[in-house]
């Protein structure tokens, strides 16, 4: 870190992009699908484009149905977590914990029957959304890995800011036929200063809505370690009750979900059913939060034997707990209509694209001259962006591909899914290793584009329903997830037949992030 600030700030910049820029591009992605995490689990379980809408009026005869099949499945079970049909999921979904230990239950339901669901297993668009916060690890782990990655992704675009003097000359500069290291650079200025704000914030809220989990100590002090007397003195759950120690029956939820229906005006999405056959069971119902900034449930909270109301909380959070759930309203976006989606979406594609190109930019400002051969570590540093930049892409499509191919009633099928997933991850982070790089990114780059392409034949094939085969008479999201993964395979195809055509002229190696770059 010699020369001035500026010159520090660079140096800065360009180490703590490179640390954790393979998991960093990893999380931009994954997070960037999970602003369509509805959609992707929909066009994942095709079956759902065939069943039938709940009304609200037949909610509180389907959670009576859900009811019972739980006293049934998991009597022993001390908190039912029960998912009302939605517009876009019809389906009752379950989920229980016995105790400790024990691997938890879920299944599906028809609502109308209350048999299993005929549909296949997937974790759908879940799965990415849960990879973008925990990377697939225990999440405790992967929460403190993803925050420590926030936090120094924080450091970067700060420095970054303050080492780009000229950053408003950057925003309408792209010279993509100059040299590679040129373009990239311009390309890594513009996709950064175009959506910096974007940038900003979806790091800093990202840090901020898991900070009880880094910094717990004031809470832990303050509340002797009941962190749910915390949350519901903020006001952000109902207050908890401890099991009295007596059986009790409980009593038909169908009264408390016509109550909860009228006493709130949102969307039913659940209910929390807590120390159930209990003289002090719980019954909570959750509601789609309200259409603005802040991410806050509604709920009424009922006793389970009675049926009477305990709690109905409905806004009123106190300033602090307020200021937190504005900034995991902003973080998750759920308030955003289409088009503020959308435009949320093409932030993330440009954050994405970001740290791409900054990775890229790393090894190239690096390349040794024609006639030396590259280090070990610039050779791991090439395999691991070919692994990461066109290797997540290629996982992601044979995850999808893996939806269509497998076969609907394998046993743990959204574990294999995910296994292929990960299996053809590692297969593309390992394929460079053994390629000429110019050529590894080549085929790498073709090879993703001919899986998006692969997923959207074998959608056309395996759906019956797709619109393609009815002419036009299925549901309009097989088009659009189709036309998406065709753009993909455009644009990867694209980039692909660039790497190969373009040939390297002779040139004085400099670093990207030079004294004279510094003074510009």
């Known amino acids: 870190m010699k020369g001035g600030f500026r010159q520090s700030m660079a140096w800065l910049h360009t180490w703590s992009g490179l640390?954790?820029?393979?998991?960093?591009?990893a999380i931009f992605v994954t997070g960037t699908a999970s602003y369509y995490r509805a959609n992707i689990t929909g066009w994942m379980q095709p079956e759902l484009a065939r069943a039938t809408p709940v009304a609200p009026t037949d909610l509180p005869a389907v959670a009576q149905r859900a009811v019972a099949y739980l006293e049934t499945h998991a009597p022993k079970a001390k908190t039912w977590f029960i998912g009302l049909p939605q517009a876009d999921r019809p389906l009752l979904d379950l989920f229980w914990r016995t105790r400790p230990g024990e691997p938890p239950g879920h299944v599906l339901l028809d609502p109308y029957t209350g048999a299993e669901a005929a549909v296949r297993g997937t974790r759908g668009g879940d799965f990415l959304y849960r990879f973008h916060f925990e990377l697939h690890?225990?999440?405790?782990?992967?929460?403190?890995?993803?925050?420590?990655?926030?936090?120094?992704?924080?450091?970067?675009?700060?420095?970054?800011?303050?080492?780009?003097?000229?950053?408003?000359?950057?925003?309408f500069t792209f010279r993509r036929?100059?040299?590679?290291?040129?373009?990239?650079?311009?390309?890594?200025?513009?996709?950064?200063v175009l959506a910096?704000?974007?940038?900003?914030?979806?790091?800093?809220?990202?840090?901020?809505?898991?900070?009880?989990?880094?910094?717990?100590?004031?809470?832990?002090?303050?509340?002797k370690g009941d962190a749910q007397a915390f949350f519901a003195e903020s006001g952000q759950i109902?207050?908890?009750?401890?099991?009295?120690g007596q059986s009790a029956a409980l009593a038909p939820v169908g009264p408390m979900v016509e109550r909860a229906l009228a006493t709130v005006p949102e969307t039913l999405e659940r209910l929390t059913i807590v120390n159930q056959g209990d003289a002090h069971a719980t019954v909570v119902a959750v509601f789609e939060e309200p259409h603005g900034l802040s991410h806050e449930h509604p709920q009424v909270a009922f006793d389970g034997v009675t049926g009477a109301v305990l709690e109905v909380r409905s806004g009123g959070l106190e300033p602090a707990a307020k200021t937190f759930t504005t900034m995991v309203g902003l973080h998750e976006a759920h308030f955003a209509g289409p088009a503020l989606r959308l435009l949320f979406f093409f932030c993330g594609v440009m954050?994405?694209?970001?740290?791409?190109?900054?990775?890229?930019?790393?090894?190239?400002?690096?390349?040794?001259?024609?006639e030396a051969r590259p280090s070990l570590?610039?050779?791991?540093?090439?395999?691991?962006n070919i692994g990461s930049i066109a290797g997540l892409p290629a996982g992601i499509a044979v995850y999808f591909l893996a939806n269509r191919l497998l076969p609907p009633d394998l046993a743990d099928r959204?574990?294999?899914?995910?296994?292929?997933?990960?299996?053809?991850?590692?297969?593309?982070?390992?394929?460079p290793l053994a390629r000429p790089h110019r050529r590894a990114w080549s085929e790498m780059l073709m090879l993703v584009a001919g899986l998006c392409l692969a997923v959207v034949l074998a959608d056309v094939a395996t759906v019956e329903g797709h619109p393609l085969r009815r002419l036009g008479d299925g549901a309009a999201l097989f088009l659009w997830f189709d036309g998406a993964m065709l753009a993909l395979a455009v644009l990867f195809a694209v980039a692909a037949s660039k790497v190969a055509r373009h040939r390297t002229p002779a040139r004085r190696r400099a670093p990207i992030f030079s004294a004279e770059r510094a003074r510009a």
């Open 414 to 431: 959204s574990a294999w899914e995910i296994r292929a997933f990960f299996a053809a991850w590692i297969a593309a982070a390992l394929i």
């Open 137 to 171: 690890m225990p999440p405790l782990w992967g929460r403190w890995v993803v925050g420590l990655c926030g936090m120094i992704m924080l450091v970067a675009l700060i420095s970054g800011i303050v080492t780009h003097k000229r950053i408003f000359a950057d925003f």
């Open 238 to 244: 109902t207050a908890p009750r401890l099991p009295a």
């Open 19 to 25: 640390l954790v820029g393979w998991v960093l591009f």
């Open 377 to 384: 570590g610039l050779r791991l540093v090439q395999a691991l």
């Open 196 to 223: 910096l704000p974007f940038h900003l914030m979806i790091t800093y809220t990202g840090i901020v809505t898991l900070a009880l989990m880094y910094m717990p100590w004031g809470v832990t002090a303050a509340y």
């Open 177 to 192: 036929d100059k040299a590679p290291r040129r373009s990239f650079l311009d390309a890594h200025n513009v996709t950064g």
């Open 351 to 370: 954050g994405s694209a970001m740290v791409a190109t900054g990775l890229v930019l790393w090894s190239l400002a690096r390349l040794p001259k024609p």
